[in-house]
Nanobody
Framework: QVQLVESGGGLVQAGGSLRVSCAASGRAWYAMGWFRQAPGKERDFVAVITRSGPSTYYADSVKGRFTISRDNAKNTVYLQMNSLKPEDTAVYYC???????????????WGKGTPVTVSS
């Protein structure tokens, strides 16, 4: 059974750091990454990393502040978030795909999400 289980969300002050993790089970995915959804807004792409290479791609809004990485042996992807801003507040969803993606249409499987709140 395929599962994506996120962890590491929480409350942090502006300027702080947080790391969220996503452990995949059931199969290995070529592309793993993160989307986020703020209250009343659409789910937006954040970052993605490929299994081989690896190659990474970031949304402009997080470039230079967030770093995505993965441990293929553990089938786990991480998102290190630094210099957090109140506008980063959202539920962060792990996303897995059989090919590279930068939009939700390329995602094959979603996690249930982990909330991140950045206070000002």
């Amino acid at each position: 059974q395929v599962q994506l289980v996120e962890s590491g969300g929480g409350l942090v002050q502006a300027g702080g750091s947080l790391r969220v993790s996503c452990a995949a089970s059931g199969r290995a995915w070529y592309a793993m990454g993160w989307f986020r959804q703020a209250p009343g807004k659409e789910r937006d792409f954040v970052a993605v990393i490929t299994r081989s290479g690896p190659s990474t791609y970031y949304a402009d809004s997080v470039k230079g502040r967030f770093t995505i990485s993965r441990d293929n042996a553990k089938n786990t992807v991480y998102l290190q978030m630094n210099s957090l801003k109140p506008e980063d507040t959202a539920v962060y969803y792990c996303a897995a795909g059989g090919s590279f993606y930068t939009s939700a249409s390329g995602v094959n499987y979603w996690g249930k999400g982990t909330p991140v709140t950045v206070s000002s």
